[in-house]
Each structure stands twice: as structure tokens, then as C-alpha cells.
């Protein structure tokens, strides 16, 4: 089985990324060494990870000097507007859809472990090919509690569900685990259905948002055992702000930046849009 991975790879200054791979205004020479030497780790621990999922051909995805290690595929096209880097990395794998019999696509601060990846192989023997399971994204609290970040996010469940591999699946309201997955099958499926071309804002931001659209003509079901099907997030997206030597004032803002963010559900953004579009044809 041969195995595409693009790992979506940025690590700098922008107004647009919160977390590890970004740099706030006047961050301290020490504050970037610490950040820098975390996210190479992270990086470092993830390909290391990919490369035992047997015969994989890795490619490294960023923009510039925006990045701690070389890169395989640069998209500085985008560098003014770094959100849309999946999607440019998502519409490149594409070319190669007829070359592999896997393709993964995924942030450079996830964890996927072998198990996982083989319980997605199992599940595409025997499931319709707009069906997929999405890894429950992890996180540890300080007390050493595994929780899934996404279901913090954007909580919720639709009606949908299923018994896969002898476990209770749903399908969540957050489309997000950090990465794609799918079979030759189910990857020549999406790319069919939608625009290439397109970029927008459909969840969170860029990244969450290509993830999303190039998932959107899935069911995605996620195991409600956390401990069965996950992947692990390496970067904290619930603490951002540990281990940061950000004075107070900046580190509020980031919060609260975060908050709105990640934390308002996607419908109330849509809903003030409409009203706003309402009032000015008015």
C-alpha cells in the first residue's frame, strides 16, 4: 500500500494563527528560541510517527522562511494570507490522486498512531464511500486527563450514527480533527464533487475551513470512546497560552481572541451576516 502525507508546516509572525506556530508583535528573542525548539519537536515527533505507517511518501508543505525545516512543497503564493496554506497543499495532493492508494493530510503538531490509521483502512473495506471515521483530536489537562479538544470547540451531535468495528460512532457538529484521511476511493470521490478553486471560510479559520470542504461530502463519524479511535494533538489548543513569557495584557488578548474564535459556534457568524445583508438591501 503506497501512502501520500502532506504535512501543512508555518511557524512565524501573523495576525491570523493563535497557538505554537505563531509569533505575536514584539515577541522576545527568548520567547521565539523556546517556541521554535516546541514546534521542531513537534514536527520532528510527527514525521517520525508517519514513517511507520509503512511505505509513505512525505512531502513538507509551507511558505518561505516560515518554517523550521525544508521544505518539499513551498506555497508563498499565499504567504500575505497563510490561513490558506491546506487549502493549497489539499488542492496540489489532488494532482496525484491516481498514484497512491492513501492519502493523508495533516497539521505539523498531530500524533497519528498506527492503530488508528489501520482502523480507518478496516473501515473503508466495508463502508460506503461517503462514509469515513474522524480521529477524536486529544489533549491532556494539567492533571493528566485525556479530553477531545474538537468537542470543546463546537459541541454537539447530529442524529447520525452507526456501530463500526464493535463501537458506538456518531457524526459531530465540528468537522475538525486536524487532518484528511481517505482511500484512493474516497479521495477521487471528494475531489469530484468540489471546487478545487475554491477558498473561503466555512469553520474557524482557513486551515479548519479546507479540512472541512474538502470533507464535506462525508458523513463524518467519530467513536464516542475517546480511547479507541484518536489521534493526539501536540500543540495545546485549550492552554495556548502555557509556557509563555507574553507580558498579561497580551496573553488576555490572545485569550480572548481564541475564544471568539473557536468558541462561538459557526451559525451565529452566518446569522449576523444575513441580518447585516437584509439591512443593506433594504
Not at 521542531?40 to 522562511?65: S, T, Y
Not at 500575505?80 to 492508494?101: G, R, T, W
Not at 473561503?200 to 458523513?219: D, K, L, N, Q, R
Request: aromatic share 12%; net charge neutral; hydrophobic share 40%.
Amino acid at each position: 500500500m503506497k501512502i501520500l502525507c502532506y504535512i501543512n508546516h508555518y511557524f512565524g509572525h501573523n495576525r491570523y494563527f493563535t497557538g505554537q506556530s505563531s509569533l505575536p508583535l514584539n515577541t522576545s528573542a527568548d520567547e521565539i528560541a523556546m517556541r521554535a525548539g516546541l514546534r521542531k519537536k513537534n514536527l520532528e515527533d510527527c514525521i517520525g510517527q508517519l514513517k511507520k505507517l509503512g511505505d509513505i511518501d512525505i512531502k513538507v508543505c509551507g511558505m518561505g522562511n516560515n518554517s523550521l525545516i525544508p521544505l518539499d512543497l513551498d506555497f508563498s503564493s499565499v504567504q500575505k494570507n497563510p490561513i490558506f496554506l491546506v487549502y493549497e497543499s489539499l488542492s496540489k495532493m489532488a494532482d496525484s490522486s491516481d498514484n497512491y492508494d492513501y492519502f493523508i493530510n495533516i497539521e505539523d503538531d498531530i500524533f497519528l498512531p498506527k492503530e488508528t490509521f489501520q482502523h480507518i483502512v478496516d473501515f473503508d473495506k466495508d463502508s460506503l464511500v461517503n462514509e469515513v471515521i474522524l480521529p477524536n483530536r486529544l489533549e491532556k489537562d494539567p492533571q493528566g486527563n485525556e479530553y477531545c479538544v474538537d468537542w470543546s470547540a463546537l459541541p454537539g451531535w447530529t442524529q447520525q450514527n452507526k456501530q463500526i468495528q464493535g463501537k458506538s460512532f456518531r457524526v459531530a457538529l465540528n468537522p475538525h480533527s486536524g487532518l484528511l484521511i481517505l482511500s484512493k476511493e474516497k479521495f477521487k470521490f471528494t475531489i469530484s464533487l468540489i471546487d478545487r478553486n475554491f477558498r473561503g471560510i466555512t469553520v474557524g479559520t482557513g486551515m479548519e475551513s479546507a479540512f472541512a470542504y474538502f470533507h464535506s461530502p462525508f458523513a463524518l463519524f467519530r467513536c464516542e470512546d475517546i480511547s479507541y479511535h484518536n489521534i493526539y494533538h501536540l500543540d495545546k489548543w485549550m492552554n495556548v497560552i502555557h509556557k509563555t513569557t507574553l507580558p498579561f495584557k497580551e496573553n488576555m488578548i490572545l485569550f480572548i481572541k481564541i475564544l471568539i474564535k473557536d468558541m462561538t459556534p459557526p451559525f451565529l457568524f452566518r446569522s449576523v451576516k444575513f441580518l447585516i445583508g437584509k439591512i443593506l438591501r433594504k
